[in-house]
């Protein structure tokens, strides 16, 4: 009697182990995001052209996100993107089809699901942060970023800073060059004003004393002691 019911309770998994571990086929109805969770706002990580086969693994049992497979690649489509066929007709995949689809009811786990699928992905790295859900990540990304950028604002306010600092500095620098030029200047005007020179009184030229250069060097002015 025992081993009967030993048969019998393995036959009747032998033949629920198929359905257990079925997925079933499904089809994307438009060109659709297969994401790394749940959500809209989980990263993208391949995009399903309309009309392309997919593998359905799972889905939530309360909210209508589906777990699927494209083309070796895994990530989850919404339910309202993607119809399957039931009783020889195509519906969308809602929680009312998935037992008599033979799609199993999952949950989602950032750890276990990126660690099976993404670790070659940039987003992994901060597995930790999209653990805590989307809008955790999301609310501390925009944070960091804030203070990201209000750290950059103040390190171009200091750079500003400096340069006006070094630019007040090379016009003092400039100014003073400039002050002993005409410092210099002055004085080399002085040193060739033509009143300095002997020839020259009051401003005018002196030409009293100077030879008429249209008189004959033999004719004497009176008063010339060479004429004596």
């Known amino acids: 009697m025992k081993n009967l019911i030993v048969k019998i309770a393995a036959a009747g998994l032998f033949v629920l182990a198929p359905v257990i571990a079925q997925a079933a086929e499904g089809y994307s109805t438009a060109n659709v995001n297969m994401r790394a969770g749940p959500s809209t706002r989980y990263p993208a990580v391949a995009v399903v052209p309309a009309g392309s086969p997919v593998e359905i693994r799972g889905c939530l049992s309360n909210v209508n996100w589906c777990d699927v497979e494209f083309y070796g690649g895994r990530g989850w489509v919404s339910g309202q993107y993607v119809q399957a066929v039931y009783q020889q007709r ?118 009293y004393n100077r030879p008429d250069p249209r008189a004959s060097p033999f004719v004497c002015r009176p008063g010339d002691p060479s004429c004596d």
Do not use: C, H
């Open 90 to 207: 195509r519906v969308y995949v809602g929680p009312q089809y998935y037992r008599p689809l033979g799609i199993p009811m999952i949950s989602f786990s950032v750890g276990n699901y990126w660690d099976r699928n993404y670790r070659d992905r940039d987003f992994y790295r901060e597995r930790d942060r999209w653990s805590r859900g989307p809008d955790y990540y999301y609310r501390n990304r925009d944070r960091d970023r804030d203070y990201g950028d209000r750290n950059r604002d103040r390190d171009y306010g200091d750079r500003n800073r400096d340069w006006r600092d070094d630019n007040r500095r090379d016009d003092r620098r400039d100014e003073s060059r400039r002050s002993d030029r005409r410092d210099d200047n002055r004085d080399n005007t002085r040193s060739s004003d033509f009143r300095d020179l002997p020839q020259f009184r009051g401003g005018k030229a002196d030409t």
